[in-house]
């Protein structure tokens, strides 16, 4: 059955605008005010709607705070994927575009920073779905990573990679240490380029006598 059609849009693009209207209510709230902020009531307040167009799209509270999250987590990784298709450039061309792309996301509209990486500590509808997450962060820095290096070691590096730069990025958005822009991707850069930077072993293929010597 087709949907019926009032001033020109159907129920079906109605429903879909006034969810759009509440998860930008949730980001505005969550991203600025916090978690303590995003209410059923005060999104609904904030998007101009009534608690029965919350519950059209929404069960409850978490449901609309995972939505959020969810949101710009997926924008962060497709800007992320998106500023590096080609793995045939220049590992510092690459790694300086991945990091710009993430900052101009998450520095640009500091929201956006905050949902991400600040509500997944302090509100606990979002912990384990930021847990559930890493590895496709991962994933994509682990991608960025010479193919040379060993395949655990490489693997092991984006984890360590990812938790460093949200550790960073978290930081900088509290405001400490206080440190410009063109300085964080500095740093980021370098972190990453020194990651991938020394040819990796894996330990089983390296002989007895030699780790045995190296431990002396």
Same mark, same amino acid.
């Given at each position: 059955?087709?949907?019926?059609?009032?001033?020109?849009?159907?129920?079906?693009?109605?429903?879909?605008?006034?969810?759009?209207?509440?998860?930008?209510?949730?980001?505005?709230? #969550?991203?600025?005010?916090?978690?303590? /902020? =995003?209410?059923?009531? &005060?999104?609904?307040?904030?998007?101009?709607?009534?608690?029965?167009?919350?519950?059209?799209?929404?069960? @409850?509270?978490?449901?609309?705070?995972?939505?959020?999250?969810?949101?710009?987590?997926?924008?962060?990784?497709? /800007? +992320?994927? @998106?500023?590096?298709?080609?793995?045939?450039?220049? $590992?510092?061309?690459?790694?300086?575009?991945?990091?710009? &792309?993430? =900052?101009?996301?998450?520095?640009?509209?500091?929201?956006?920073?905050?949902?991400?990486?600040? /509500?997944?500590?302090?509100? $606990?509808?979002?912990?384990?779905?930021?847990?559930?997450?890493?590895? /496709?962060?991962?994933?994509?820095?682990?991608?960025?990573?010479?193919?040379?290096? @060993?395949?655990? @070691?490489?693997? +092991?590096?984006?984890?360590? #990679?990812?938790?460093? #730069?949200?550790?960073?990025?978290?930081?900088? #958005?509290?405001?400490? $240490?206080?440190?410009?822009?063109?300085?964080?991707?500095?740093?980021?850069?370098?972190?990453?380029?020194?990651?991938?930077?020394?040819?990796?072993?894996?330990?089983?293929?390296? $002989?007895?006598?030699?780790?045995?010597?190296?431990?002396?």
């Amino acid at each position: 059955m087709a949907d019926k059609t009032w001033a020109g849009t159907t129920l079906s693009d109605r429903r879909a605008a006034r969810r759009a209207q509440l998860v930008g209510a949730g980001l505005d709230l #969550l991203g600025t005010s916090g978690s303590a /902020a =995003v209410t059923v009531r &005060a999104v609904c307040r904030h998007a101009k709607l009534t608690e029965r167009y919350f519950y059209e799209s929404f069960a @409850d509270r978490e449901e609309l705070v995972v939505s959020v999250y969810e949101q710009v987590a997926a924008e962060a990784h497709r /800007a +992320l994927a @998106d500023a590096v298709p080609d793995s045939g450039k220049d $590992p510092a061309e690459r790694a300086e575009a991945a990091v710009t &792309a993430f =900052v101009e996301l998450m520095l640009d509209d500091p929201r956006k920073g905050r949902v991400l990486l600040l /509500a997944p500590i302090t509100d $606990p509808a979002l912990s384990a779905r930021g847990v559930a997450l890493l590895p /496709a962060f991962a994933g994509l820095v682990r991608e960025q990573l010479p193919e040379r290096m @060993d395949p655990l @070691d490489r693997q +092991l590096t984006a984890i360590g #990679l990812v938790g460093a #730069l949200t550790h960073l990025f978290t930081a900088h #958005l509290s405001g400490t $240490p206080e440190v410009s822009r063109e300085r964080l991707v500095t740093h980021c850069v370098a972190l990453l380029i020194s990651a991938g930077g020394a040819p990796t072993t894996d330990p089983a293929s390296t $002989p007895t006598s030699e780790r045995q010597r190296g431990q002396a």
